[in-house]
């Protein structure tokens, strides 16, 4: 269960690495166009003097470039480290996400919190899987304008769901009918943190969330 986008991720690496494959491609050929053209040359009318310098100009910056590649990618490589060692802390704290998917296992259930843009009186809880597929539906009455909604994977015919990612869906009205603009955003315990595609991704509850999601951590 994830909500990383590998196939970006993938991309943006796989066009960096073509890149730098490609610049030593040139710089070889570079190399071997120069070094057969000074074998070859007329003796009676050798190459140019500035088109020689011209062309280990253009020799130079070749290096230069393939220099400063690698020298970008070991910097890169030393930032992504450093950036998962500090995610590191957030292992066993409670945290808030910026998406309204959340994990579900058979020791702990989804878990939401909702927030209203004014207070609300009742509250229609949507749940689908990752499919896409309704699962299950709750009218709940509440008070006020944010709230908890947790979810242990039962459903009113007795079915019970477990080990999936979850959306929870909200329609919040008042005691008037009037419907409230209501969110989720996913909450739970961080279990571990790993790198994933060169990006620093939390587990939480089964689930999957680069750290970009996060929108609060709990002490």
């Not at 190459?47 to 590649?69: H, W």
């Not at 979850?166 to 996913?186: F, M, R, V």
């Not at 909450?187 to 089964?206: A, H, R």
């Amino acid at each position: 269960m994830t909500l990383v986008s590998s196939a970006t991720a993938n991309a943006g690496q796989s066009a960096t690495n073509d890149s730098s494959t490609k610049l030593t491609a040139d710089y070889n050929l570079f190399l071997k166009l120069l070094t057969t053209q000074l074998q070859n040359q007329d003796p009676t009318n050798p190459m140019d003097s500035s088109q020689y310098t011209q062309q280990l100009v253009q020799y130079s910056q070749v290096e230069q470039s393939i220099t400063q590649n690698k020298t970008l990618n070991s910097i890169l490589s030393s930032l992504n480290m450093t950036s998962l060692t500090s995610s590191t802390s957030m292992i066993g704290q409670p945290v808030q996400l910026s998406s309204d998917k959340a994990g579900l296992s058979a020791a702990t259930p989804a878990q939401w919190q909702w927030d209203a843009t004014n207070p609300i009186d009742k509250l229609t809880a949507t749940i689908t899987d990752a499919k896409g597929k309704t699962v299950e539906s709750f009218d709940l009455d509440v008070q006020g304008s944010s709230g908890q909604f947790s979810w242990d994977g039962s459903t009113k015919s007795g079915t019970k769901y477990t080990d999936g990612l979850y959306q929870l869906t909200l329609s919040g009205t008042t005691t008037a009918g009037a419907k409230i603009s209501t969110t989720a955003t996913a909450l739970g315990k961080v279990d571990d943190v790993q790198m994933i595609n060169g990006s620093p991704v939390v587990s939480i509850n089964g689930a999957q969330y680069p750290t970009s999601m996060i929108l609060k951590i709990a002490k």
